[in-house]
């Protein structure tokens, strides 16, 4: 499987913006998905991650503000983000794997490039 995100870009707090991940291959529908992300200096953390079968995750400091959605017949991941705050500038990756561990960086076979994301305060 090959990701490619995009959808990036410079926002001033309180902004919106919508990420995609397009993914390769056709079994797509097979994989969970993730939305990764990663600040200078940081370690990567779990932001958000749908099952095959739609269920969500997030982490606590995205809840209510993030939403994730896929479209198997697009072969699409998206990571809506709303109420932007400068604490959520990173780089964003997404991630495809096996298996139900959804919080791990580990248990995700396939990543894309990452997007930046810039909050402006």
């Known amino acids: 499987v090959q990701l490619q995100a995009y959808g990036g870009g410079l926002v001033q707090a309180g902004g919106c913006l919508r990420l995609s991940c397009g993914a390769s291959g056709r079994t797509f529908s097979g994989y969970k998905m993730g939305w990764f992300r990663q600040a200078p200096g940081k370690e990567r953390e779990f932001v958000a991650a749908?099952?095959?079968?739609?269920?969500?995750y997030y982490a606590d400091s995205v809840k209510g503000r993030f939403t994730i959605s896929r479209d198997n017949a697009k072969n699409t991941v998206y990571l809506q983000m709303n109420k932007l705050k400068p604490e959520d500038t990173a780089a964003y990756y997404c991630a495809a794997g096996d298996g139900t561990n959804y919080y791990m960086r580990g248990w995700y076979d396939y990543w894309g490039q990452g997007t930046q994301v810039t909050v402006s305060s």
């Open positions: 749908i099952s095959r079968y739609g269920d969500t």
